[in-house]
């Protein structure tokens, strides 16, 4: 009979049922265990997961800014023009774009927003060693009250003494419970040679792209 099972033929000729054919189904109370338990899964590692998509921001920032410093300073050799990336930490973007001054608009220019989860902050330059100015160089001109902190790169390759000394990207809000301060920071600073910026994962350590 279809739906309710197979019957098969005894030794002594008599018909007898076969285990039914349909498919175990879970029960109510096994429904029910199997979500607390990934309630119970997902609140443990909540936490974790939210420190770990944090972090990757402030990754994926840095290296997307890394990339537009090398770019720029690939452009500033081809093409011989100055070339300046600007940081704009209040309106929260940066770009780049020709000097102005040999330039009045540039047709590739670009712009970034910054991730939501990301802060920058930007130290300003350390001109032969002297003590740091009490007001930081700005380069306006980007736009309606548009100012920015800039990365100069000159057509021979270097990065004017000028441009910014650190570029600090760290988690917008770190988590409460971090003991480091620093937790979730990544710098970048120019290198030794002034041809490009170095990546530090701490105040020592140096990560070249």
């Given at each position: 009979?279809?739906g309710?099972?197979e019957t098969?033929m005894?030794p002594?000729?008599?018909?007898?049922s076969a285990?039914?054919?349909?498919?175990?189904?879970f029960?109510?109370?096994e429904?029910i265990?199997?979500?607390?338990?990934l309630?119970?899964l997902?609140?443990v590692?909540?936490p974790?997961?939210?420190?770990f998509f944090?972090?990757?921001?402030?990754?994926?920032e840095?290296?997307?800014?890394?990339?537009?410093?090398?770019?720029?300073?690939e452009r500033?050799i081809?093409?011989?023009?100055?070339?300046i990336?600007w940081?704009?930490?209040q309106?929260?973007?940066?770009?780049?774009?020709?000097?102005?001054?040999y330039?009045?608009?540039?047709?590739r220019a670009v712009?970034?927003p910054?991730?939501r989860?990301?802060v920058?902050?930007?130290?300003?330059?350390?001109?032969?060693?002297?003590p740091?100015?009490?007001?930081?160089?700005m380069v306006s001109?980007f736009?309606?009250?548009?100012?920015?902190?800039?990365?100069r790169?000159q057509p021979?390759g270097?990065?004017a003494?000028?441009?910014?000394v650190?570029?600090r990207?760290?988690?917008?809000?770190?988590p409460?419970?971090?003991r480091?301060?620093?937790?979730g920071t990544l710098?970048?600073?120019p290198?030794?040679?002034?041809?490009?910026?170095?990546?530090?994962?701490?105040?020592?350590?140096?990560v070249?792209f």
């Amino acid at each position: 009979m279809d739906g309710l099972g197979e019957t098969t033929m005894s030794p002594t000729g008599k018909l007898r049922s076969a285990r039914p054919t349909g498919t175990t189904a879970f029960t109510l109370i096994e429904l029910i265990l199997v979500m607390a338990m990934l309630v119970i899964l997902m609140a443990v590692m909540a936490p974790s997961l939210g420190n770990f998509f944090r972090g990757r921001s402030v990754d994926g920032e840095v290296r997307r800014l890394s990339s537009l410093i090398r770019y720029g300073r690939e452009r500033a050799i081809s093409e011989g023009t100055p070339m300046i990336l600007w940081i704009d930490p209040q309106q929260r973007a940066y770009g780049l774009t020709e000097d102005s001054t040999y330039a009045a608009q540039d047709g590739r220019a670009v712009a970034y927003p910054l991730s939501r989860d990301v802060v920058v902050e930007v130290d300003a330059a350390r001109v032969n060693s002297a003590p740091m100015p009490t007001s930081l160089p700005m380069v306006s001109g980007f736009g309606p009250g548009r100012a920015a902190y800039a990365i100069r790169f000159q057509p021979d390759g270097f990065i004017a003494d000028s441009s910014p000394v650190q570029i600090r990207i760290r988690e917008q809000n770190p988590p409460s419970g971090s003991r480091n301060s620093r937790a979730g920071t990544l710098w970048l600073a120019p290198s030794a040679s002034r041809l490009t910026y170095d990546l530090h994962t701490n105040i020592t350590g140096a990560v070249r792209f």
